[in-house]
């Protein structure tokens, strides 16, 4: 067990540095300077009369919202699975596959249901992969968590490839460097949830916050640059 905890540690770590090169480069390509403060729509439909596009910092800012419940449910399941709560784990679960077809649902304006459906499967494929990790590591079962990695990995290649054939201003490499960060921060969060190493793991929480706000921002400006006419 210490033998994978430092493969997936220094795997970890490597992913991060990776997605931090990654998010310069998607950050010049599609303009975001960096987590910026966003204006939430109905605020700024309130600030001026008549119908408006939605503007880039609106979307990011719905997009933000999506992936903060993201982790968020994740992370109820988690705990509950590590608490053997069977009533809270599926209410987590529940919630966490409505948020998977919430993010799903976000592109179809733009892409299509088509699109819209292939996504949520990818997207349950992230999820089940990081259940998958959660429940080999109640079980503590090594060969399980190596697997669950594997998958959390390939699924993260799966989605960059997806994206990046609908988006030209979202280059595989970067949207998977990305993911990978992504995939990196469950891991480390629900070994820090298994250890009870509490501080750790809100030191983890604010570095995932952090990081899908980077997501969510870069999906929004690239979409943004590929429909310019949808954008006020």
Known sequence: MSELRSRLALAHR??????????????????VAGAASHQPAAAAAKAGAGPKRATA???????????????????????????????????????????????????EPFYGAPAKDGFFKLLAGHYGAVKAYVVATVAGDAAGQTKATDDLTANADAIADFLSKANPNLPKDAVKGMLVAHGGHHIRQTQQLKAQDYAGEAQTWQEMKAHVYQIADATANAVAKQFPDKFG
């Open 14 to 31: 490597r992913a991060v540095l990776t997605a931090g090169g990654s998010l310069v480069a998607l950050a010049s390509m599609t303009g």
């Open 57 to 107: 910092s609106q979307t990011a800012a719905a997009l933000r919202d999506l992936w903060v419940d993201h982790i968020f449910w994740v992370r109820n399941v988690s705990v509950a699975a590590l608490d053997k709560n069977d009533a809270a784990l599926k209410a987590a679960e529940a919630a966490a596959v409505a948020n998977a077809q919430g993010l799903a649902g976000s592109i």
